[in-house]
């Protein structure tokens, strides 16, 4: 089983300030998702990248996938407390219509 | 429309007990798929099916079973519950691919295995 790993694991931070997460693999995905997921709640597709070097933009959130298709991050401008949640990457085995998770990133935005 | 609806919400069990958790989906979607969340541990995929009468396993499918009857229902059974299935269990659905197409999840049942 292909692995994602996430850092970090637990982020805090005021409102208005800058973030990134990552989601690191030493295997090639064929694309990769990111989720965010609030407490009680099942994850919520945001974005899916499936190009290397691609990025994609989503208001404030800044989604990018590496050029070798092995690492992607997520970038926040201007962090607000609506942001606050869990923030899972995915990626599929190669053609396998099968995901893998990464363990997530748990944001705190505070006011 | 409903979207993914899951039943229980919550549930206590005893070890060795039997049940079934049911997911429905009224999107006519064709894959759909099974994952538990423990904490610190993300989604792991238990099982998944691309259509009606097809199931496959996924990552974690010791001790569940899964089956695909209809389009719209693929429950997720229990046969003997151990304190180690005590989880979070997420049931997903997608038109096509999880690649090509949104994948939906449900709201989770919450199990307790005493």
Excluded at chain 1, 3 to 22: A, D, H, K, R, W
Aim: charged content about 15%; proline content about 5%.
């Amino acid at each position: 089983t292909q692995l994602l790993e996430q850092s970090p694991q637990f982020l805090s931070i005021q409102e208005g300030e800058n973030l990134t997460v990552y989601c690191n693999s030493s295997s090639v995905f064929s694309s990769l998702q990111w989720y965010r997921q609030e407490p009680g709640e099942g994850p919520v597709l945001l974005v899916t990248v499936v190009t290397g070097g691609e990025v994609k933009k989503l208001k404030r959130l800044t989604f990018q996938f590496g050029d070798a298709r092995k690492d992607s991050s997520l970038h926040i401008t201007a962090a607000q407390p609506g942001d606050t949640g869990l923030y899972l990457c995915a990626g599929e085995e190669g053609g396998s219509e099968k995901l893998v998770f990464g363990k997530g990133t748990k944001l705190t935005v505070n006011p | 429309n409903a979207g993914v609806t899951q039943t229980p919400k919550f549930q206590v069990l005893k070890t060795g007990q039997s049940m079934t958790l049911q997911c429905a989906q009224d999107m006519n979607h064709e894959y759909m798929s099974w994952y538990r969340q423990d904490p610190g541990m993300g989604l792991r995929l238990i099982h998944y099916s691309v259509g009606a009468g097809i199931t496959d396993q996924g990552e974690v499918p010791n001790g569940y079973n899964v089956s695909r009857s209809t389009t719209e229902d693929f429950p997720l059974r229990l046969l003997s519950a151990a304190p180690s299935q005590t989880s979070v269990y997420f049931c997903a659905s997608s038109r096509t691919g999880i690649l090509t197409d949104t994948q939906y999840f449900g709201p989770g049942t919450r199990l307790t295995v005493l």
